[in-house]
Each structure stands twice: as C-alpha cells, then as structure tokens.
C-alpha cells in the first residue's frame, strides 16, 4: 500500500457540495480520511471507509 502522504485526495462537484452544505473542513476530513485508525470495508460496494470526529467547538 502507499504511504498515505503520497496518496492524492480528488474531491468530485458533488462531494465538495456536500461538504459547503454541512459545514465540513476538507482538510479536516482529509486528516480523517489519511490518519484514521477506525477503518472498514463495506462488503456490498466493495470500498474501504475510514471513521472520525469533525466538530469544531464554538465558545
């Protein structure tokens, strides 16, 4: 496998949509998506999902 700092994250229209309309960072979810030690493989598309926490603490 390549090490995760060589992999090359492309954002479809779509995706970066839905990330404007949640309010999500995409650096943040780039981190998520490289670093995350909470991984499955979903057996009926047959992709790997990673799993973390966004938020962001509003004081």
Same mark, same amino acid.
């Given at each position: 496998?390549?090490?995760?700092?060589?992999?090359t994250?492309v954002?479809?229209? $779509?995706?970066?949509?839905?990330?404007?309309?949640r309010?999500?960072?995409?650096?943040?979810? &780039?981190?998520? !998506?490289?670093?995350s030690a909470e991984r $499955?493989f979903?057996?009926?598309?047959?992709?790997?999902?990673?799993?973390g926490?966004?938020? &962001?603490?509003? !004081?």
């Amino acid at each position: 496998m390549q090490n995760v700092e060589n992999v090359t994250i492309v954002w479809s229209d $779509y995706v970066r949509y839905r990330i404007d309309l949640r309010g999500f960072d995409p650096p943040k979810l &780039e981190e998520i !998506l490289r670093y995350s030690a909470e991984r $499955y493989f979903d057996t009926v598309t047959g992709r790997m999902i990673a799993v973390g926490k966004h938020w &962001e603490v509003c !004081l």
